[in-house]
């Protein structure tokens, strides 16, 4: 493990601490953001968390979040999602995490994918290095590899929310796809893309995201040998879109979405 995967995982142990100190909280504050999403004290808190560790440790790095935007100009930026899935987090549901990543000159090269209300689950990968997961804190990692599935009729595909699907004008593309595979099912948020690393669906797609939203999940489904790209194909969080896979299926659903 290197000093910034390392760095990146006292990041992600501090987000949890916080997090899971005013999950279900009786005075959980909630409020609402320019863009209609919610925002809860718990996800400033865990952004301010990360912020000043970065700027302690990595003062010359940049840091991109969810809360509180960019600070300082490097080609090293940090992207944190504080929790994503707040709409969960604030009606208690245990379906969120802290996603973090590191990107070096636009190249996501670190990323850390953390649920502690699902026992503590944590999904990360270095670049060239693997993907890992480990099922409860202390427990011994474990090397993560996508499905082999070949065919779409065979295919468990995550399609995320039918309304990111019918505002970006693809429900036609949605419905014609649920139809072709074997399962679809709308797992959400960053559960999509840990169930796809660890081989148990074979596919997952969505509209509206931000580098916070993806950006560590991206190279952890890379590097557990799948594919992870905008709808028309292009590499990188930066695109406002996702379509991830275990690689096998990669052309298919893109020339689908075409």
Do not use: C
Request: hydrophobic fraction near 45%.
């Amino acid at each position: 493990m290197t000093a910034d995967l390392d760095f990146a995982h006292r990041l992600a142990d501090a987000a949890d601490a916080i997090s899971m100190a005013r999950f279900r909280a009786n005075d959980l504050r909630i409020a609402t953001k320019a863009d209609r999403t919610h925002v809860t004290d718990a996800d400033q808190a865990v952004e301010r968390a990360i912020r000043e560790l970065i700027q302690s440790e990595r003062p010359g790095d940049a840091i991109f979040g969810e809360e509180y935007g960019v600070e300082g100009e490097s080609s090293r930026q940090w992207i944190v999602d504080p929790i994503d899935g707040t709409a969960n987090y604030l009606r208690g549901v245990p379906l969120w995490g802290t996603l973090i990543a590191l990107a070096v000159d636009g190249e996501v090269v670190a990323g850390i994918a953390s649920m502690p209300a699902f026992g503590g689950q944590r999904w990360w990968a270095e670049k060239g290095a693997g993907a890992f997961k480990r099922s409860a804190p202390g427990a011994e990692p474990e090397r993560l590899h996508v499905s082999q599935t070949r065919s779409l009729d065979e295919a468990s595909f995550s399609f995320q929310s039918i309304a990111q699907w019918r505002d970006a004008g693809y429900l036609d593309k949605l419905l014609g796809l649920a139809q072709d595979v074997w399962r679809d099912r709308a797992y959400g948020d960053l559960w999509s893309y840990t169930l796809l690393a660890e081989g148990l669906i074979d596919a997952a797609g969505e509209f509206d995201v931000k580098p916070y939203d993806i950006a560590p999940l991206l190279l952890i489904v890379e590097e557990a040998g799948g594919r992870f790209t905008s709808v028309t194909g292009e590499r990188g969080p930066w695109h406002g879109n996702a379509l991830a896979s275990n690689g096998t299926l990669h052309d298919e659903l893109l020339a689908r979405l075409a």
